[in-house]
């Protein structure tokens, strides 16, 4: 099994609204990550999580709030977000080593839209 | 800093024709390589990876990539392409042996297959 799934697939929500996009696994991988990704542009790194801690974060807004409750699951809370943070999220997830980690698999993502 | 180049941002190609879509990188060391697919609206889809070894990978769906470490160069080829192949293609970077866990994308390469 070699799935990553996310939930909701679509999300449309109020600039004052509080939402949570949710991304699970079972694959054991102990890396976890949040991308976004906008029209006809590459996926960008939002948050990296290792062993459930958050490893690496690339000065993403505080609107954004990682959780890594458990090592299969990563949740995304979103609060007061903008017109401008509609996109495409995509979590992923890869096995790690001792010496790094192997390929990252992708989620089908939650396409989302702020009004 | 890690970079990776898709010259081409968008190929067009006759359905049962050859592909090679280009990829170029720049790291210090030997990183490790993979190519994605990327149908509309959809999650990123691991085609091949490249860790060591055998500079020719084989991959899913009748695609395959060669590394060339004196070229820095991991370029993707199908030899007969289907329609099924029309997608954006990202190659994309991550540092080898001991590295972060960041990826870095390509800008993506859109393929497009005539009938």
């Known amino acids: 099994d070699t799935e990553v799934t996310q939930t909701p697939k679509h999300l449309v929500m109020g600039m004052t609204n509080k939402k949570s996009l949710k991304c699970e696994q079972h694959m054991g991988h102990r890396a976890m990550y949040w991308y976004k990704q906008k029209a006809k542009k590459p996926p960008e790194l939002m948050f990296v999580?290792?062993?459930?801690?958050?490893?690496i974060n690339e000065s993403v807004p505080s609107r954004f709030s990682p959780e890594c409750p458990n090592s299969s699951l990563l949740n995304l809370h979103l609060h007061a977000l903008q017109p401008e943070d509609s996109a495409l999220y995509l979590c992923?997830?890869?096995?790690?080593?001792?010496?790094?980690?192997?390929?990252?698999?992708f989620g089908q993502g939650t396409r989302l839209t702020v009004v | 800093a890690q970079s990776v180049t898709q010259p081409d941002i968008h190929i067009t190609v006759s359905e049962g024709a050859s592909l090679e879509l280009r990829c170029n990188y720049s790291y210090g060391a030997t990183p490790y390589l993979f190519w994605y697919v990327q149908s509309p609206g959809q999650g990123l889809q691991l085609l091949l990876k490249?860790?060591?070894?055998?500079?020719l990978v084989q991959g899913i769906k009748g695609f395959e990539a060669e590394f060339k470490r004196s070229q820095s160069s991991f370029n993707l080829r199908k030899p007969s392409v289907h329609w099924s192949d029309a997608a954006e293609y990202f190659c994309?970077?991550?540092?080898?042996?001991?590295?972060?866990?960041?990826?870095?994308f390509g800008k993506g390469t859109k393929l497009t297959v005539n009938p």
């Open positions: 994309a970077v991550a540092p080898g042996q001991g590295g972060s866990e960041k990826l870095v």
């Open positions: 490249y860790f060591s070894g055998d500079t």
């Open positions: 992923a997830s890869s096995r790690k080593t001792g010496s790094g980690n192997t390929e990252a698999f």
């Open positions: 999580y290792s062993y459930e801690k958050l490893s």
